[in-house]
């Protein structure tokens, strides 16, 4: 019989702290129903005391998901611990994931403290979490360059205290696949609570040198049994375990004798919706889910897979959702054919109103690509509900540029109900909009970064823009999408405008 091992999704708390992820409590909710649909055992949804609006979220993804057990990360700090435990007041699961750092260089430099004054804050810690959840997880925050001994005596001591799971988190992403999955062992060894099934192991590990996923997957063959992951791997710095890659691991090497309760044909939806929400596109070349993990280029590979699709492919397309068959959208579907295909993404029509003004967004897009695929959904659903809410909106813009021409913009924006037009010269059709666009919104904004991903291969396709704007010292991250990458970018652009901290421009 295979063992069980646990999934705990961080999507939303580790991955969310990326800049220019973050998302709202009503975005929140759709990918945790999402999360949900996928099969994950545990959504760790936010960090309650940080900010009114992750205690709010944990509030209300509590409400709206069934089976997950929620979880809420804390410090271990009785204030902290408070505020989780109310945050997760609806949750029908709740568990409160506590800890504190335990490598030398974590004691001495971010708490002056000394080994032993740090185990009895963990045990305080979790004593305190357990007077309102029964289900608590520690998590020593450094324990990849934390010694193994030292580190089995606070595992030890927090598990006595009744810790229901313990994280051995690689913060920095140092430890190689070899040494974390020795230090996994050593812990099931020398703590007796792992053994007697009293407590489990848990991985939680970053990608700073590219390892994450294979120490993941070492941790698990050495003993433990819950994997804390992230779609796509997204996540501070270099990212964290990719949830997607570790399902899949254990999905086509069944003679491991691992399961997972991963529903691995919503993965690609999945991943779709978490990188259209969060602005964050998946690079091509990404395992499971980049746009090139099942294209064959080379004419050797090409021959072997149409020989026998086997010689080059380990997994089928359609075991991660890649389904050739799905329902192609053009400008004569209706409203039905578009609601089921949002909803297969997981995004749902909160009311007619909302069914009819996606609709229309859904038939301008589609008399303008003809086709439209999954991506292209998430893109409208998500530019649709940052328009609605703009307080700058982009009206019209037309662009002349070519071959020995000067580039020349004229743009028309609504602010407030007003209508404002401008134009300009530049060095190029993006650089003349933008001077447009600034000749009317005279604010000191500087362009740091911009980013253009087509999402598929026709020259009709969208283009998704990501643009990093810093204004008065803050740097604001912005997201356009368009069959036009001019205006895409324009539109990427004004999204940042519109999350300035003063909004009358």
Known sequence: MADRLFIFDT????????????????????????????????????????????????????????????????????????CAAEALQYAKRKRIHTGIGTSD???????????????????????????????????????GRTDNEYLARV???????????????????????????????????????????????????????GMATANTAAGVLNGARQVEVTINGIGERAGNTSLEEIAMIFKTHPDLGIETNINT??????????????????????AIVGKNAFAHSSGIHQDGVLKNVSTYEIMDPKDVGIDENAIVLTARSGRAALKHRLSVLGIEMKDQEQLDKTYQKFLEMADKKKQLNDEDLLVLVGASASSEESHV???ALQVTSGKGVTPV????????????????????????????LKNIIRRQMELKELTIQAISKGSDDMCKVHVQVEHEGSVYFGFGSNTDIVAASVEAYIDCINKFKVAKL
């Not at 259209?276 to 091509?284: S, Y």
């Open 11 to 82: 999507t939303l708390r580790d991955g969310e702290q990326v800049p220019g992820c973050q998302l709202n409590t009503v975005e929140k909710i759709q990918v945790a129903r999402q999360l949900e649909a996928l099969g994950v055992d545990v959504i760790e949804a936010g960090f309650p005391i940080s900010s009114p609006g992750d205690f709010n979220s944990v509030i209300e993804i509590s409400k709206a998901v069934t089976w997950p057990t929620i979880c809420a990360l804390t410090r271990a700090v009785e204030k902290d611990i408070d």
């Open 105 to 143: 260089s974590h004691i001495k430099y971010k708490f002056n403290s000394n080994r032993e004054e740090i185990i009895e804050r963990a045990v305080a810690a979790v004593k305190y979490a357990k007077k309102y959840v029964e289900d608590v997880e520690f998590y020593a925050e450094d324990a």
């Open 155 to 209: 595992i030890d001591a927090v598990t006595k205290a009744g810790a229901t799971v313990c994280n051995i988190p690689d913060t920095t992403g140092f430890r190689t696949p070899y040494e974390y999955g020795e230090k996994i062992k050593y812990l099931y060894e020398h703590v007796d609570a792992f053994a007697a099934g009293k407590s489990i192991l848990s991985t939680h590990c970053h990608n700073d040198l």
């Open 265 to 286: 044909q919503k993965i690609w939806p999945t991943s779709r919706m978490v990188s259209t929400l969060m602005n964050m596109p998946v690079q091509p070349n990404k």
């Open 393 to 395: 909106k982009l009206e």
């Open 409 to 436: 913009a004229a743009i028309k924006l609504k602010i407030a109900n007003e209508v404002f037009e401008a134009a300009a010269t530049g060095n190029g059709p993006v650089d003349a909009s933008i001077k447009a």
